[in-house]
């Protein structure tokens, strides 16, 4: 977007023709403009994905393998990679695009992996939250498949149903690091997890 066409700028349109024509600029047009411009400058990636790996025991608190994270605060195991996606090694990331489902058909992927594989509970997604990271407000060292920018959020299902709605799950948005619920019918990320042995 052009900063100039941009909507607070042309708010002021008017008092910049008033200071070209007096010679005097005004703060305020300046003030709109500059903030305009601020807003629409993209954060860089390193700012946005800089973040401490979380510490647990005086230890990190994430322990990758390979495809997988053990979390030591919680003793569970995480797929790095969301749904769809695959682990490269080599490289260090999630290759391929997330995969969005409806909750039954992330319930039924889940279980397809099997060893316990399953949707985690809304409690155990929430866990996974670090707002000190940025966008996306989870680990990228511990799983490296949130991409940035979100063009729709990034909600990802929990297994915990609304208590009153049946037809409604929680979910949590890595975006924001916030708690929701949609209808079961809404395509959404899927992040399984089982008890580690």
């Not at 003793?75 to 080599?90: F, I, T």
């Not at 979100?150 to 208590?163: D, K, L, R, V």
């Amino acid at each position: 977007m052009d900063v100039e066409s941009s909507p607070s700028c042309a708010l002021h349109r008017a008092d910049r023709v008033r200071a070209r024509a007096t010679g005097r600029a005004t703060g305020r047009v300046a003030l709109a403009c500059v903030s305009t411009l601020i807003l629409l400058a993209p954060l860089p990636l390193a700012l946005a994905r800089e973040c401490t790996p979380a510490r647990h025991a005086g230890m990190e608190r994430f322990e990758p393998r390979a495809a997988e994270v053990f979390d030591r605060a919680t003793g569970l195991l995480w797929q790095r990679c969301s749904a769809g996606q695959r682990y490269d090694a080599p490289a260090g990331r999630c290759a391929g695009e997330a995969r969005l489902m409806r909750h039954a058909e992330a319930r039924a992927h889940a279980r397809t992996l099997g060893d316990g594989w399953r949707l985690p509970s809304v409690a155990e997604l929430r866990g996974l939250v670090d707002k000190r990271c940025g966008v996306p407000t989870i680990d990228p060292h511990a799983f490296p498949g949130f991409g940035y920018p979100p063009q729709q959020g990034m909600p990802y299902w929990s297994a915990t149903p609304f208590e009153t709605l049946p037809s409604m799950s929680y979910h949590v948005d890595f975006a924001a690091g916030d708690v929701d619920v949609r209808t079961r019918s809404f395509a959404l990320g899927v992040l399984p997890v089982r008890a580690a042995r």
